[in-house]
Structures are given as structure tokens and as C-alpha cells.
């Protein structure tokens, strides 16, 4: 008697647990749908934006893998403050490393640094409006956006010179990209 006992709650065990992966499968495939059909839609509103950065950039996101679309909006919100974030601290670390910099080359790391300041305040603004009502928060994106447009376009100033943050300004603008498709009315 006491094995047959056993026995039954292994096979309900069993089954509890293959029914949990079937659903956790099922969510993981949903999401990753969600990723794909948002990144779809966002590419064709903005052609700029690389189909594949913006599924990459998605999936790597801390939780995508079982957001809905506001949680993956603020997942992107996210992703573009911390990017953000490192590229003022880069910034940062060139101007502390620059003692013999030409002075055009330091004025427009200066020119970033005050763009990145005031972008990711702006930013932080927006993504509080975002958790707040699961929407909004544009202006912060833009704001963002702009600070590495600008940051670009100074920094083609420095003719002959390798624009240390070319990779990185694009980064913003691509996942700025994405944020307005989050955070813009549709």
C-alpha cells in the first residue's frame, strides 16, 4: 500500500513538473514572439534600426524572456539609461586621460559629457512617467537621442582623428529607436 502511495506522487510530481517547463516553454516561446513582432514594427517605422540589434538588445534585457509589452518597454527604458549611463562614464574616463588632448578634440568630449548629463536626467524623468502609467516618457528618449545625435555630430569636428565614440553614439540612437516605439503613442 504504502509504495502504490508513492508511486501515485511521483507520477502527480512528475506530471506538475513536465506541466510547469510546458508553460514556462510556452511563455519563453511568447515572449520571444512578442520580442520578434515589436522589433518587426519598430524596424519599419525606423529603417535606421538593425532588426537584429534590436532583438539582441531585447533578449539581453534582465526578464525579457517573460515581460509583457509594458514590462519590456521599461525593460528597453532600461537598457538605454544603463548604455546611457556608461557612455558619460567613458566620456569620464577619456577627459581624466586627456593631458595632452587637442583642445578642439576636448571641447567636444566636454560638449558629450554636458549632453549625456542632461539626457539621462531627462531620461530618468521619463522612465519614471513610463512606471507610472505604462506609457509616456518620450520626451526623455528624445532627449537621450538628441544628446547622442549631437554628440555625433561634434565629434566629427576632429577631421582625421578616430571618433572614440562613434560605436557608442549609435548604440544610443538605436536604442533610443526602440524606446520610442515603447514609449510613443501608436
Not at 524572456?65 to 558619460?88: F, H, K, S, V
Request: proline residues 3%; positive net charge; hydrophobic residues 35%.
Amino acid at each position: 500500500m504504502r509504495v502504490s502511495i508513492i508511486f501515485f506522487l511521483l507520477i502527480i510530481q512528475s506530471f506538475l513538473f513536465l506541466s510547469f517547463n510546458a508553460e514556462s516553454n510556452s511563455n519563453n516561446c511568447c515572449s520571444r514572439n512578442l520580442i520578434e513582432d515589436v522589433c518587426k514594427n519598430f524596424t519599419q517605422v525606423d529603417p535606421t534600426l538593425r532588426y537584429k540589434f534590436c532583438i539582441d538588445s531585447l533578449e539581453a534585457g534582465p526578464g525579457s524572456q517573460c515581460a509583457n509589452r509594458t514590462e519590456l518597454g521599461l525593460i528597453a527604458l532600461n537598457l538605454l539609461l544603463n548604455n546611457a549611463t556608461d557612455t558619460q562614464c567613458y566620456i569620464k574616463q577619456l577627459l581624466g586621460k586627456s593631458k595632452g588632448l587637442n583642445p578642439i578634440f576636448r571641447s567636444n568630449l566636454e560638449t558629450c559629457l554636458e549632453l549625456y548629463l542632461s539626457g539621462i536626467f531627462q531620461l530618468k524623468e521619463g522612465i519614471r512617467a513610463y512606471e507610472s502609467s505604462g506609457y509616456g516618457g518620450v520626451f526623455g528618449v528624445s532627449a537621450i537621442s538628441w544628446s547622442g545625435t549631437r554628440c555625433k555630430d561634434s565629434m566629427k569636428e576632429n577631421k582625421g582623428a578616430v571618433p572614440p565614440l562613434k560605436k557608442r553614439n549609435n548604440d544610443v540612437m538605436h536604442l533610443s529607436s526602440i524606446g520610442f516605439g515603447f514609449t510613443s503613442d501608436e
